[in-house]
DNA sequence: CGCCCATTTGACACCTGTCAAGCCTAGTGG
DNA sequence: CCACTAGGCTTGACAGGTGTCAAATGGGCG
């Protein structure tokens, strides 16, 4: 029974409720979980701290597919695939939920565990329709930072470069950087170095360029 | 028991596996399954033609957030949310199977449906981090043509307007049209105005502009 | 025919990527 | 303690991609 299992699954979970935490582990910063391609083991809930899940193109080019922070699931995705898309990293120290998965030997599937995890799955599958897609650079990172700002528990520091939000965001380093001034000058953002202290989202410059 | 069910779960489904298609609906173009905002009431597939997904954001303004064609779940994401956060309408005649939804009186949650959902939810997250974020106008163009080109059932010409597709690939409409020109002129597309014949995907020019 | 809408094309401005250079901080070794 | 390095961060110059505005073309339908 995870005593911040509130954050994870948002109502309180009986114990009974078929949800088994196997392990939980801790990660140094650097290390992985799992490394892009290896065979899928298992879905993870990131208790505490950051991932960056990095995904190696067929050109070898890299690119940060997403940040992973506390109480969103780790490895959905390779469940139909069968391997792990991408490599996760923990950007920051990290503790992670390991999840008892239903075709574990002897096992049965619950049917509360497939709910919650599909409760869950919907949720991130929501949240990645709300792309900011369309949306100009600078609002794109005021977008990401106030994200990063209002789900990072306990608050750290950004724990990745402003490369790797470029990556993130489809923007170059130097556009984020740029954005990142702008927005302090509109008084927008405060924050100095990775210390991010106060984000303002969206307010909208008559005249802007859509896309 | 569908008979198309190979096309929507990839493998036979015995007519006990738990799966109950509780209504099979034929939408007229034009029509819509839900609005944006309704009540969650049920997750359906698409078995033919094509949904388009229409946002209106708190702006006003209105966005396409995806296209579903045959096979894949349409309103996964109001489970989580208890409302439809996008409109489904038929952008072409087309055909969608409810689905039982497990919490339905008197209907015990199914093992095998949740299951078969979860992985079906977890291909289309894994799909959505595949963003062609970060790819130029032209690239984005083809690989949308190219997918749509791959997975329209039966084939049908695009059922939706340029405009529409800038609004989903976050291109202006006039990005759209000079995207589709100039990979008419680079041989890579053989596309008259709604009927596509043929797409080449990624064919890499040296000094593209990456993004 | 006349209207409406989708599609296309052109001109232009600006956002953003690329290249280059410099600054700052942390860490290392002398 | 200080020189040195490496990597992250910042800034400037420039070009190309893309959005915006405007207008023309074409097709469907009353």
């Known amino acids: 029974m995870c005593s911040a299992s509130h954050r994870c699954w948002e109502g309180a979970i009986t114990t009974n409720s078929g949800f088994v935490v196997k392990r939980r582990a801790v990660l140094e910063r650097g290390t992985t979980l ?3 391609g290896e065979r899928f083991t298992a879905v993870h809930v990131v208790a505490s701290g950051c991932l960056k899940l990095r995904e190696t193109n067929e050109d070898g080019g890299e690119r940060i ?3 992973r922070l506390p109480g969103e699931l780790v490895g959905m995705e390779a469940w139909a695939r069968g391997r792990y898309p ?5 950007a920051a120290p990290t503790k992670v939920c390991q999840l008892q998965w239903p075709h574990a030997k002897g096992c049965a ?3 509360a565990l497939l709910e919650r995890l599909l ?5 991130q599958l929501e949240h990645s329709t709300r792309v900011w897609m369309s949306l100009p650079a600078i609002e794109r990172v005021a977008a990401f930072l106030d994200h990063f700002a209002q789900h990072a528990r306990p608050s750290v520091d950004l724990p990745i470069t402003r490369a790797e939000i470029g990556s993130l965001l489809g923007l170059a380093e130097e556009t984020v950087v740029r954005a990142i001034a702008r927005l302090r000058a509109q008084q927008r953002l405060d924050m100095q170095g990775r210390r991010i202290a106060r984000v303002v989202r969206e307010r909208r410059e008559p ?3 859509g896309r």
Chains 1, 2 share one sequence.
């Open 109 to 111: 599937p619950s049917t």
């Open 86 to 90: 991408y490599t996760a990293e923990a």
């Open 65 to 67: 597919v997403a940040v």
């Open 207 to 209: 005249g802007a360029q």
């Open 34 to 36: 799992f490394q892009q």
């Open 119 to 123: 409760r869950k799955t919907a949720v």
